[in-house]
């Protein structure tokens, strides 16, 4: 009784308690910082930006005018440098860092600070460099991933992937211990709703889309991963395309003329560059489709697919990597290898919209960024009282 009124006593006046085990204060909140420099990139960005917001960082990295909107952070190391390569590691503030005092670092991605001493938790969101090696423009490229991803799994105190298909490539790539790798699913923004057909109509005239046509939506890039060219294939051979508008949407497409293969396959009629898009361009476009696609060879999660369904827009998609994660019973799959079985696929879901709503509602209810970030804290407090 005399010994627990000591340590009350102890508390109350502020003194540092350590329990007989040696464990820290529970009382002190840990200060966590994170690299923050891709806020304004598109994918890991877009998980950047809801993180900023609900983890509850204390310490961000990154240039001070993309960071300044995050007021609820309260310190902003300045850390202005490329992504990737040996200049980020020179470059990196270690001891503005260090005068910090960070109890946990946060990188949200593969390219971890070498030299960084401190506990570390970082994100795996994909290891496209390795499972398609043959994609890289130079070898050197590949053995730098290789290199990266290997001193993560031996560096990292904890290790996030936001897929169990991530997971598993990084297991199969490198031995580690399972046990510090917990997969968290992304979460899809509460932009994405559905729209009535007010809201949507000025796509038509804005994008030059004719409005008696059926809407297949792709949103992406030209990477080679990304399969375009075999959706592009595989939409010439649906039997009636010629009912039917394939735009494309991102940046690639901005200003494009129309690819050698659309000429070739006899579908440059039947395909709209968009190009780059605002954020609300994009969400009532998934309104405005009567059908998602996304045919890529890999994905380490697949945003846009939650994002579709989320505006009540079928999703057809590759049965490869994560997709099935992530679009579940309510999405269908092909063969992205396959241009027939595209075809197929596209044509068996064209007329799908307004169909199995309810499920599609349940589903993508289990992705939210808040329970992705109540996750990431949990792992955050975890890894402090180790």
């Not at 950047?48 to 960082?57: N, T």
């Not at 899809?188 to 949507?200: A, L, N, R, Y």
Request: proline fraction near 5%; charged fraction near 25%.
């Amino acid at each position: 009784m005399y010994f627990d009124t000591i340590q009350i006593i102890c508390i109350m006046k502020g003194f540092k308690k350590m329990n007989n085990t040696g464990k820290k204060d529970l009382e002190k909140a840990p200060r966590i910082a994170i690299d923050a420099r891709m806020v304004n990139k598109s994918g890991i960005g877009t998980c950047i930006q809801h993180w900023l917001k609900d983890v509850g960082y204390t310490i961000a990295l990154g240039d001070p005018k993309e960071l300044n909107s995050y007021n609820n952070i309260p310190k902003h190391i300045p850390f202005i440098s490329s992504i990737y390569g040996y200049k980020e590691q020179f470059k990196f503030p270690y001891r503005a860092l260090y005068r910090e005092k960070p109890d946990i670092l946060h990188v949200p991605h593969c390219n971890v600070p070498l030299f960084y001493r401190g506990k570390m938790l970082v994100t795996i969101h994909d290891l496209t460099h390795l499972v398609y090696p043959e994609f890289l423009p130079f070898k050197l490229v590949h053995y730098y991933f290789k290199f990266i991803f290997w001193f993560v799994s031996k560096r990292a105190d904890k290790i996030i992937t936001v897929s169990e298909s991530t997971k598993r490539d990084l297991l199969r790539f490198y031995k580690m211990d399972e046990s510090k790798i917990t997969v968290i699913p992304l979460g899809v923004g509460k932009e994405f709703v559905k729209k009535s057909p007010i809201e949507i109509d000025y796509l038509y005239d804005k994008f030059n889309i004719p409005r008696n046509k059926k809407i297949l939506l792709y949103v992406g890039n030209l990477l080679p991963h990304k399969n375009l060219n075999k959706l592009l294939e595989g939409f010439s051979q649906m039997h009636g395309r010629e009912n039917c508008r394939l735009v494309l949407v991102g940046k690639a497409f901005d200003g494009r003329s129309k690819a050698t293969c659309e000429k070739e396959l006899g579908i440059e009629e039947f395909t709209i560059h968009a190009g780059m898009v605002s954020q609300e361009d994009l969400v009532n476009f998934y309104n405005l489709a009567d059908l998602f696609v996304l045919p890529s060879l890999y994905e380490g999660f697949g945003l846009p697919v939650l994002e579709s369904l989320a505006c009540g827009t079928p999703v057809v998609c590759s049965n490869t990597s994560s997709l099935p994660e992530v679009g579940g019973k309510v999405a269908k799959y092909f063969d992205p290898e396959d241009a027939s079985s595209i075809a197929c696929a596209l044509e068996n879901s064209i007329d799908d919209k307004g169909k199995h709503n309810d499920e599609i509602v349940e589903w993508v209810s289990h992705f939210t960024w808040e329970a992705c970030a109540q996750k990431i804290k949990a792992q955050l407090c975890a890894l402090y009282k180790e």
